[in-house]
């Protein structure tokens, strides 16, 4: 099993642009949630889904899109990138009736 | 409103002792506690979990405690390793909460020689 796997790794945009950050379990797991983590804020939650075809808001939902049509991805979208969402984005899931999330590596973006 | 809250950004301890980080949290609803650690440049990996109904859980080196009536927990780590070294995150969830996680905001552990 590769776990949770997120591409790319790093990416730099420019304020406007539009990217797709991808994120794939290998797992079954029907929970998968979207985190940001930021400087001295911790993690904080952006999109969740409980299954296919099924999303819901976050703590930090503004500016980012989620959809879920299978049960393996969770792309997060961001439509028109700012400054503010410079931050390392972690990707999660869960079994149904689990407790633990595991998380992918992580996706470091910048934007100027 | 931060409703998990690691008041310790940064702990050292030295090789062999026990290492206590600390978490405080103000949602009466949270009743299923995580603690995670982090290296650089990788994700979050699960370390440890306490369910509301017990006061005190334990695997191998680590031992996390809960009082409820404080709406506090903390994670020992005994005795501390060198590989102990990283961030060290508590998170909080309820049942029915669809395994949404609120997270602290982090303590850094080094573990010294």
């Known amino acids: 099993n590769a776990g949770v796997t997120q591409t790319p790794k790093f990416q730099v945009l420019k304020t406007g642009q539009s990217m797709t950050l991808q994120c794939a379990q290998d797992m079954n797991h029907e929970y998968m949630s979207w985190y940001r983590q930021d400087p001295g804020m911790g993690l904080r939650l952006i999109h969740y889904s409980v299954g296919a075809g099924i999303t819901d808001q976050g703590e930090v939902p503004n500016g980012y899109n989620v959809s879920r049509s299978t049960t393996e991805d969770f792309p997060l979208r961001l439509l028109s990138a700012a400054p503010s969402q410079t931050s390392v984005y972690f990707c999660a899931s869960t079994g149904m009736g689990g407790d633990t999330q595991y998380f992918g590596p992580g996706t470091r973006l910048t934007v100027l | 409103d931060q409703q998990v809250k690691q008041n310790s950004p940064s702990l050292s301890v030295q090789e062999g002792r026990i290492s206590i980080l600390n978490c405080d949290y103000t949602?009466?609803?949270?009743?299923?506690f995580l603690w995670y650690k982090k290296y650089p440049a990788e994700g979050p990996t699960f370390l440890i979990s306490?369910?509301?109904?017990?006061d005190k859980n334990e695997d191998g080196r680590f031992t996390v405690f809960l009082n409820k009536s404080a709406k506090h927990l903390s994670l020992h780590i005994v005795p501390s390793q060198p590989g102990d070294s990283a961030v060290y995150f508590c998170a909080a969830t309820f049942t029915g909460g669809g395994n949404k996680l609120t997270f602290g905001t982090g303590t850094q552990l080094k573990v010294e020689l």
């Open positions: 949602n009466s609803m949270f009743d299923y």
């Open positions: 306490i369910s509301s109904i017990k």
